[in-house]
């Protein structure tokens, strides 16, 4: 009888055991379904382009802390112009959805078509990484302190496009952007 016992307390705590192994991987399993992944950036319309910005936005802010969050409109916005919906020369082969220049022309980077030679526009290993120089440019550059100081006081995107002097020459600039922001918010989910 004593032996009956022990095989049967022995069998529950493998029963157990097993169990708890199995709960565990299957949770540990589900954490890793939902984390954010960087996408492929394959895209054959504007709602699957943002889709990808946005899949790299939670990206990043998922596996670093550090990095401060800024404007998504006007993110989504500039990444839609500056690249063409992504489907420029520079996003597709640079991986650059911004058109992020480089006066360095030591590191990686594309010439215009009109080849200034003076500077390229930066090539990027992976479009969430320009997104990500994106955010690192308005978050500590000092041209950006007033977008800094406005987003703060949480200014909407259609204002704080009017803080980006320093982003671009083109004098419609602003314009294009706003006209962007509002089509997004009118006709895509993001």
Known sequence: MKTVKTIARTLM????VIFC?????????????????????????????????????????????????VDKDLLLAQAALESGWGNSRFARVGKNL??????DLQEPHMLPSNNPKKWGVKVFQHECDSVLHYINT???HSAYEEYRTKLAEGVDSLELVET????????DYFWKVKSIIKKIRESYTH
């Open 21 to 69: 192994v199995f709960t565990l991987n299957y949770y540990k399993i589900q954490a890793q379904a939902e984390l954010p992944t960087k996408p492929d950036f394959e895209h054959t319309n504007n709602q699957q382009f943002l889709d990808n910005v946005n899949q790299c936005i939670d990206y990043i802010y998922f596996y670093d802390k550090t990095v401060n969050k």
């Open 164 to 171: 980006l002097e320093a982003y671009a020459t083109d004098k």
């Open 13 to 16: 705590f493998v029963v157990i």
């Open 98 to 103: 911004f058109g992020i220049r480089t006066y």
């Open 138 to 140: 308005l978050s500590n």
